[in-house]
């Protein structure tokens, strides 16, 4: 099928969708670009009565679009997933400008936002149910997996396509409708795929967008009882406070939370390799990721070649705007970010840690590529999460040692490792407390595979095939007087 494409002015959508209807409205905030301050766009900001409006243009449309058959709604996501691709270049330069990271790294941001709507479309065919051993010979036991009803959908700026193309596919592909509330500083990138989706066929009210007040839209999205689930990626704070939220509503809730991954390198470890994959964890969109490598935990025997060989490395990065050729590392998304980063630096300098490769004195929101030596637990670059190219080394006596500093933590989303011993590959990725190892990689996110954490990184797994489940409940059905 031939698809119809959007010119750049069009994909530049700056209005809110409810019900089918792009609208806009008197109160509006700027959006800018947070490399060079350009101003990209005013976009509208809403309240709770918006949000109350889209919630209820969901409840009317999900009886419909729930009761479409799977292969239908398959067919229209599959399209939506062509239709991303063929604006590849459009997409990524407009997330590029607006959140800031690399133009290659934007390219790849699309096509893995885009990958979880293949596979979601494909998922939703296969949504199986089971027939279960009875316990009684005239009863026939069986489950069905049923959509869960209106999803409420929050996501950050650090991945603006991709958080909201992980929920939005999973969500419609399991006949759920949503209420997408995306970051206040990279709305346009959420509009963009949004105004996709309704180009590919989502009818009117099945998805929707709001932007704005985040407490007051917040509020509503959770304190609604037509809201049936809320599926947050964000920090842990707001996390924690949406889940009290939702409580009174008794709320389906997944929680993608923040993280503080420890990535060890043990003496055995393939050094080349352990390099590669520190500078792929820790300094892809300038470490602003969820699962960036947060504290290297380095043998002793090893620590100092490690060292020099990942501050090497380091000064290759090219810091500048991401849509000049070769920036490897672009700006922090604003000074309050850019002043966190730093507070955490200078916390770490003031009680011993040693700046190996560092620079202060960037201009803007741009911080220099930082690596500290002589790192210990207590330092709160070590306790917090960074969100910022800045890699702490800390070294560790044996596995035991490793292991405990890596688990002392609430957080628990991912953890990588370097070892050429395969029974230790095993042990250690047993004894780690999170929802995903990387065992001699530092790159583990595929929409194949299930993405998500433990402890006070949440709960729910996004892809693999545990994605599609998240968004349905199970029924269970007793067919009795079989006998
Ligand atoms: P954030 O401040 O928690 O914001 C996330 C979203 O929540 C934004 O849309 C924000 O809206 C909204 N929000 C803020 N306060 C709210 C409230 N009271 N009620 C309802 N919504 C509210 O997080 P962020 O700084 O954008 O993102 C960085 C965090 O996300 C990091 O901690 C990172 O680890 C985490 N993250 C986790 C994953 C994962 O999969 N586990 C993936 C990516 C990022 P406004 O922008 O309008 O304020």
Redesign the pocket.
């Known amino acids: 099928m031939l698809m119809p494409l959007l010119s750049d002015n069009e994909l530049r959508e700056t209005r809110c969708l409810i019900d089918g209807q792009w609208i806009e409205t008197e109160a509006t905030y700027e959006v800018r670009n947070p490399a060079t301050g350009e101003l990209l766009a005013r976009v509208p900001c809403l309240g709770a009565e918006h949000a109350r409006e889209a919630i209820a243009a969901a409840e009317r449309a999900r009886p419909q679009w729930s009761a479409q058959p799977a292969h239908e709604r398959s067919r229209i996501l599959k399209r939506w997933h062509a239709l991303i691709l063929a604006h590849l270049e459009p997409l990524a330069q407009l997330l590029t400008r607006e959140m800031g990271k690399p133009i290659g790294e934007a390219r790849a941001e699309i096509l893995y936002g885009a990958s979880y709507v293949e596979w979601f479309a494909e998922e939703a065919r296969r949504a199986y149910g089971q027939v279960i051993p009875s316990h009684d010979l005239s009863k026939q036991l069986s489950t069905v997996r049923e959509p869960v009803g209106v999803v409420a959908a929050?996501?950050?700026?650090?991945?603006p396509n991709a958080?909201l193309a992980?929920k939005l596919a999973p969500a419609l592909a399991a006949g759920c409708t949503v209420v997408a509330?995306?970051?206040?500083?990279?709305p346009l990138s959420a509009l963009a795929l949004s105004k996709l989706a309704t180009l590919a066929g989502v009818p009117h009210g099945v998805l929707n967008v709001v932007?704005?007040?985040?407490?007051a839209?917040?509020?509503q999205?959770?304190a609604n009882p037509a809201v049936r689930k809320l599926t947050?990626?964000?920090?842990?704070?707001?996390?924690r406070?949406?889940l009290r939220?939702c409580a009174d509503t008794v709320k389906r809730v997944s929680?993608?939370?923040?993280?503080n991954a420890p990535f060890i390198v043990f003496d055995d470890a393939d050094l080349d390799a352990a390099v590669e994959g520190a500078m792929a964890s820790k300094f892809r969109n300038a470490g602003?990721?969820?699962?960036c490598a947060n504290r290297f935990l380095v043998h002793e025997a090893i620590y100092d070649e490690f060292a020099e060989r990942l501050v090497r490395a380091v000064r290759d990065l090219r810091v500048g705007e991401g849509s000049q050729a070769g920036v490897t590392i672009g700006p922090l998304?604003d000074q309050r970010?850019k002043a966190k980063v730093a507070a955490l630096v200078m916390d770490a300098l003031e009680q011993g840690a040693v700046l190996l490769e560092g620079d202060a004195q960037m201009p803007g929101n741009f911080f220099a590529p930082t690596v500290l030596g002589q790192v210990n637990a207590q330092m709160r670059v070590a306790r917090e999460?960074i969100?910022g190219p800045v890699a702490p080394l800390i070294r560790f006596v044996d596995e035991a040692d490793a292991l405990a500093q890596a688990n002392a933590s609430d957080a628990g989303?991912a953890a990588y490792f370097f070892t050429r011993d395969i029974a230790r590959a095993h042990r250690v990725a047993a004894a780690l407390k999170v929802g995903m190892v990387g065992i001699n990689t530092g790159a583990i996110s595929t929409e194949t595979a299930p993405?998500?954490?433990v402890k006070q990184?949440?709960f729910g797994r996004?892809g693999g095939p545990q994605g599609l489940e998240d968004y349905q409940d199970v029924k269970y059905l007793c067919l009795g007087n079989l006998r």
């Open positions: 929050i996501t950050p700026w650090n991945f958080m992980r509330k995306p970051a206040e500083q990279t932007l704005g007040d985040a407490v839209i917040g509020a999205l959770t947050f990626t964000g920090s842990t704070a707001v996390g406070l949406l939220q929680m993608e939370l923040g993280g602003q990721t969820c699962v998304i970010a999460e969100f989303l993405f998500g954490g990184s949440g996004e």
